[in-house]
């Protein structure tokens, strides 16, 4: 009778050491499964564009301050390659400049707007979204106070790399 109740005890003890086991497995499997993706980012010199970041998105800027630029690799899956600069250009002109360098290096134009601010100083920003195969490419132009400087961000996204 003793030697059967000890048999019973071992294997209700090995029954929950499985159980805390299998347990902690999933939970393990579970954490592991549902952790955010993240992606590495490479910054550029300070006041350097980032390599691989097409020049011509510049759009011939003269003496541009490069605030930030940098990469992010989503692995085999895209590129996304950002610029952010300063530069003394009138708004329009350069909204436009954009425009057209989109359209005719054959983007299709998804999104395409220009707001002013509501307060005293009427600020305007515009911004153009633009989709070709593989490539997608985002401008915001945000004009400053003095209206004579515009602060522009730039994201090119190459898919596929």
Known sequence: MEYTEKNAQLMRFLGIVVLIVLLAGLTYWYNQSNKPKVFPRTDATEGQVISGFPEELLMGAKSPKITQSYLVDYGNKANQYSTQFTIKADFLLTFLKYKVYLQNNGYYLS???????????????????????????????????????????????????
Not at 135 to 150: F, H, P, R, S, Y
């Open 111 to 161: 999104n395409e707007n220009i707001q002013t601010s509501t307060d005293k100083a009427k600020i305007r920003s515009g911004g153009l979204y633009g989709v070709k195969k593989d490539k997608t490419v985002n401008v915001l132009i945000i004009e400053g106070a003095d209206k004579k400087t515009l602060d522009i961000t730039v994201s090119y996204v190459e898919k596929g790399k």
